[in-house]
């Protein structure tokens, strides 16, 4: 039976792939910060589990720091492949953007070491449409795909967490192409990811439509975002790992794009009674407020920028039909307001 170490496994992306593992009868090895964090992964999966017999054989858990190297070389002893979904995602960008790139790269580099060691093969890393997008598109292209490269000098590739997945990403290859070269690493580039999580412990994960819902913007800002579920992103990461097809390849991971106004006006035909706004914020006036609001400031240079992204690849190779966008959206709005974090 396959063993599959997963890093994140507490992260709302990371217990979507803990209970699609689970249910293709995998053993899982979850990494967590915390053990103490291991009965709310439990938790989590285990209402959604098609078989819930001998669970605490078939997942059990290391304690495991981006920042420290205890426990790596323990924790991917007899372990097939690794699942590295482990990476900071804040809501705000820190002051020290080495906050985000330090643990970003160096638990990556730190995870991937460890499996060299052990003599792990296989690798699946979660990385991000924001080591793609930031540059500018070639001309005559209309959509970002997996043969570009965030450039982290660009006005959009310079953030903090663009720039960590960026980094770590690239960390990963230049390791797998110069020292470990019988590592076959695939890596999934999800764009924003939606959905209804497993539990109430979803951190920063849909807090675009948690924003939208709460009509905390009097106006929106001409921003669009690529969108895919979290079911699939889930699916790509264990599909991918007996896929032949897959291995030395990154994986965009999109079921379409919507601008923040669409989203709003989505959510406020399913919701009527609701404080969601869907006004357009004059750009002029986003400049203003960026001088006195640095959330501001860091998306000027995204306000009406295309976000188209190709996912050919993943029907491709994966033969994945990603679930709509607009469905998406419905069911992490339904999720909100059905656990009171929100009021329709």
Known sequence: MTTVLLTGSSGYIGKHIALQLLNQGYLVRASVRSLSKSAEVIDAVSSHLIDSSNLNARLTFVELDLEKDSGWDLALQGIDVLLHTASPFPLASPKDENELIRPAVEGTMRALRAAKIAGVKRVILTSSVASIYGCDLPAGVSAYDE????????????GAYTKSKTLAEKAAWDFVNNEAPEISLTTINPVLVIGAPLDKNFGSSISLVERVLKGKDPMLPDLKFALVDVRDVAQMHVDAIKNESTKGQRIL????????????KLLKTTYPKSKIKTGKAPKFLLHVLALFDGSIKSILPQIGKPMNVNASKAHRLLGIDFIPADLSLKESADFLIRNSTVKA
């Open 253 to 264: 991971a999109s079921s379409g794009t919507r601008s923040f106004i669409e989203i709003a």
């Open 147 to 158: 043969t570009m490269w965030t450039d982290v000098t660009h006005p959009v590739g310079s």
